[in-house]
C-alpha cells in the first residue's frame, strides 16, 4: 500500500508536508512516495535522517510545481509534470493507492477528474470536509459539498448525500449515517425550489435522511453527514473556522490584559487548552474528493506537519477499505433503479 | 412621534414586549401604541401602573393573532383584524410612524409589501440584521438580505447595496458606508455567474464597493454592509449566532468542572462577561424591512425585554430621520439614469 504525497503543494511545503510524513510513518500502514523536485525533497529528508525507515519513503521527481496563483484548469493541461499531476497519476496507474495534496484546490479537482474520471452515476465530485461538533467531544459532522461546485441541482445533493453516507461509514465506522439537509428552516417547504425538491429526493433515497438542519443547529447536529451546495458549505466552514478561531483570539486577549486576568487564565490554562483542541479540523484527517476514480485528499493550503501527519493517518485507514468500489456499486444500482 | 408595537408577537409576547416598552419609554422620543388584545395588553400594563408616562401609551384593539405557524400570505389576507397587519395598517394611515413586530416573519413581510407597497425601482425588499463584529468593540456590520428572498438575481443585490448603505448612514451615521459582497473567494472571478454579475453590479455603482469577502473573514470584516442572497445571508447569521453561543457554553461548562477552574473563573469573570457582551445581537435593534414605503423592523421570534427597548431606541432614533424618503430619492434617480 503507498500513498503518494505532493511534496511541493501549499504554503509551507516542502517543509511541513515532509515535517509530517516522518510524524506519520511510524503510525501508518501504507509507505509514502514523495512527489517533487527531487534536490529539494532530498536536502529536506536530510534532516530527518536516520528518524525514519528510509525504505519506506520513496521520491518521485516532478520538474514542475502548481502555484496557488495558476488557472486550474490551464496548469493542469500545460504543467504535466508538476508534483500535483504526476502524484494524481500515479493512482490512476495504479503505483499508489491515494494521493494527498495541500496545493491548489482548483487544479487539485481538475487533475481528479481528468486523469482519474468521475464514477458512472456521480454527476458531480464534490469535497468532504470534517467539521468538530461544538460541546461534543470527539464528535464530528462531513459537510458536503465544502467548494467543488458553486451551483447545485436537487440530484447532484443526493449524489453527495450517498457518497457522504459511504465514506462516513467507511472511514469512520459509523452505521447508518444520518443524513441532514442544510437549509433556513426546519420544515420540508422551506429554502429554495432547488432545496424542496432534494428534500423529496432525500426523503425517498433509503438514506437515514434526519431533515433540514438550520444555520443555528449547525454547531452541535445530530446529523453525521450535512449536505449543501458547494457554496453554501464553503461559506459554513470558512465562517465557523473563522468565527471559532476570533472567539479564541479574544480570550486569549482578554485574559492578558492586566494581572488578575493573567492569575486567571494560568488557572485554566489546561481548560482553555482543551477547548481549542476540540476545535482543531485537522484532527479528522485531510479532505477527500469523492465521486472520482480514486482516493483524491485535499488538504488545507495552510496546513501545518501535525495536519499532513493526521491527514495520512485517516488517508492510510481509508485505503485499506474499498470506498471507491461501494461508490460504484452504489450508484451503479440507483442508476440501474433511479429514486424508489 | 409614534411607533405601533405589535404586542401579540413573539415568544415572548406580550410579557416582554410590554416589559420592553415600558423600560424604553423614558430614553426615546416617540410615543408607543401597543396593538394587541385590548384586555391583556392593559391586565400587563398594570404592572407598571405608576411607573410610566401613561399619555405616551395608547392601545388600539385587535381581535386576532397570527400565529408562527400560520402560513404568512394566508394569515394576511384571513386575519385583517390581528395586532400584526392592523399595526402596519397604521404606519400606511400615518397614524405610527414606523412598527415593530417579533412574529411570524413572513406575515410581517407580506403585510408590509401588500398593506404598504414597494419603493418604485426596488425590486425586492429586504432584511437587515446587525452582526457585531468579533474583536472589534461596539463595531458591527449590517448583513443585507438576511432571508426575505431565498433566490436573488445580480439587479436585487444591487438593490440591496443601495438600501444598505442608506440606512447604514442614517440610522448610524456612517459616512460611505464599505459595502462587501459576501463570496467563496476574494477574486473577481469566483463564485456562482450571478455573484460574478453582481460584482460588476456593485463595481460600477457609485457605491464604495470593497470587493469579495469570504467566509472566514466575516467576523471582522472591513465592510460596514454585507451584501448577499436571504438564502446565504440567514445561514451566516443563523450560524454565527449558534457558534458564538456554542463557544460561551462551553467556556462556561469547562469553567466550572473543578475547584482550581472555578477559582480562576473567578477571577476572570468581569472579562469574560465584557466579551459576552460584545456579542450580544439586541444591543443594535430590529432587523428592519427595507424596500417597502414605510418603516418596519422585525425583531427576533425570542425577543427579551431588553431587545425589545433596544430596538424601540433604535426605531425611535431612525424615524427622525427620512430613510424611505432617501430611498425613494436614489432608486428614482437609479432608475431614471440606470448603473453609471
Redesign the interface.
Known sequence: MKIAVDAMGGDNAPQAVIEGCIAALDDMEADIVLVGKEDVVREELKKYEGMYDEERIQIVHAEEVIENEDSPVKAVRTKKNSSLVMAVEMVRDGSANAVLSAGNTGALMTAALLRLGRIKGIERPAIVSAFPK??RKGEFVLLVDT?AN??CTASHLLGFAHMGSIYRQHAFGTEEPKIGL?N?GTEETK???MLKEAFGLLKGSGLNFIGNV???????TEADVLVCD???G???????????W??F???K???T?DF??K??????KK??Y??KE?FDYSNYGGAPILGVKGLVFKMHGSSSANAVRQALLKASEVCKRDVIGEIEAKMGRYTEHGAE
Open positions: 461544538l460541546g467548494g458553486v451551483d442544510i433556513i429554502g429554495t425550489a438550520e444555520g443555528r443547529d449547525i454547531p452541535r458547494g457554496f453554501t464553503n461559506i459554513v466552514l470558512k465562517l465557523t473556522e473563522g468565527t471559532a476570533n472567539v483570539k479574544q480570550i486577549d482578554k485574559l490584559e488578575q486576568a492569575l486567571g487564565a494560568l488557572l485554566l481548560k482553555l482543551s477547548l476540540e
